[in-house]
Nanobody
Framework: QVQLVESGGGLVQPGGSLRLSCAASGFTLDYYSIGWFRQAPGKEREGVSCISTSGGVTNSADSVKGRFTISRDNAKNTVYLQMNSLKPEDTAAYYC????????????????WGQGTQVTVSS
């Protein structure tokens, strides 16, 4: 069964850190770029960061640049999102998604999606 499973979310104080993981099963991530997306209540889904198949190319939304770092370990079939200096506005459900080939800003181009993990930044 093809699956992406996110983990690592939780409640953290402003300024804190979390590391999200996106583990794939049933297929290999080697040929897929992986994007992280988030959606807060009442807001549209937005792209956070994306990493190419080899990990050589990454891009991030302006709102998280300098704070979030995306990485991947193809041997573990897992992608990570290290989130530092978290702010209340980072509160959202975070999803990872896989797209064959290059990163895309179009949600509909992604082939597989995880179920999401909640991140809440609050004091």
């Amino acid at each position: 069964q093809v699956q992406l499973v996110e983990s690592g979310g939780g409640l953290v104080q402003p300024g804190g850190s979390l590391r999200l993981s996106c583990a794939a099963s049933g297929f290999t991530l080697d040929y897929y770029s992986i994007g992280w997306f988030r959606q807060a209540p009442g807001k549209e889904r937005e792209g956070v960061s994306c990493i190419s198949t080899s990990g050589g190319v990454t891009n991030s939304a302006d709102s998280v640049k300098g704070r979030f770092t995306i990485s991947r370990d193809n041997a573990k079939n897992t992608v990570y999102l290290q989130m530092n200096s978290l702010k209340p506005e980072d509160t959202a459900a975070y999803y990872c998604a896989a797209v064959l080939g290059l990163c895309s800003k179009w949600f509909e181009e992604y082939d597989y999606w995880g179920q999401g993990t909640q991140v809440t930044v609050s004091s």
